[in-house]
């Protein structure tokens, strides 16, 4: 397997380009539309044909590229249900999708917005916002929900054995990969925390609004097609 982490500065956001060895194709997961050149020099310098973009969910922080890399490359863009109805396959929790040799087990992990999703490959897990190192996503719009990120923390992705390296969609203190067993241990927001307790939490964590929400969102839905980002916003 060929595995890159790549990082957007602006938005803080993981993207990470997995390449089978054997048939030479490859996926891009959350890719950002202003590193999408970068992206493809990438796989073309490491001889790697894109085949697949997957989306963890609609953000609201960044736009997708998905729909840029679809239209250079044909790849087929990946989503969950509920999520961009432009992803040319929209998944639920225990479908696979295969790139190339490689199978990626989807699971579903609702919480931070109601079409997120993770993908399990062999020893290590995509989450996209829905587990952070050290933390979570925030559960204050796009139809987030507490207790539902609750769940898909402790059951979904706790249930996975602890040594599998979870790689998250975003980290604003440089950190690049956690663990479960980490997580389930050191991660404040719910390690040893029952569900009232995670509630509270994250009912009170008083963030300010994306910057890029209101534009970010509807663009996301349609894979990234946008009009220009209006000028000082």
């Known amino acids: 397997m060929i595995f890159r982490q790549l990082f957007d500065s602006e938005s803080s ?13 490859a996926v891009l997961i959350d890719p950002v539309l202003e590193q999408a050149d970068r992206d493809l020099k990438l796989a073309a310098e490491l001889n790697l044909t894109l085949t697949h973009v997957f989306d ?17 490359t044909r790849a087929t863009v990946v989503a969950g249900v509920g999520g961009a109805r432009c992803a040319n396959v929209q998944m639920r929790h225990g479908d696979e999708v295969r790139v190339g040799q490689l199978v990626f087990q989807v699971l579903a992990t609702p919480g931070h917005t109601d079409d ?3 993908y399990l490959l062999d020893d290590r897990v995509f989450t996209g916002d829905a587990l952070l190192v050290r933390g979570n996503g925030r559960t204050d ?15 979904v992705l706790f249930g996975l054995p602890d040594e599998t390296l ?3 969609g975003h980290d604003y203190q440089g950190r690049t990969v956690t663990s479960i067993a980490e997580e389930k241990q050191h991660n404040p927001r719910v390690a040893g925390r029952s569900r009232e307790e995670f509630i509270h939490i994250m009912e009170n964590l ?3 609004k994306p910057r890029k929400l209101d534009f970010a969102v509807p663009a996301n839905r349609a894979c990234g097609h946008t009009t220009p980002l209006p000028q000082g916003a």
């Not at 963890?56 to 250079?72: K, N, P």
């Open 206 to 208: 008083n963030l300010p």
């Open 166 to 168: 979870v790689y998250p």
């Open 116 to 118: 997120s999703i993770s």
């Open 56 to 72: 963890t969910h609609v953000h609201a922080d960044h736009i997708t590229a998905s729909g840029v890399l679809r239209e250079r």
């Open 141 to 155: 719009f796009q139809n987030g929900n507490a207790s539902q990120l609750y769940d898909s923390l402790t059951r």
């Open 13 to 25: 956001t993981y993207t990470y380009l997995i390449g089978d060895e054997a048939t030479r194709q």
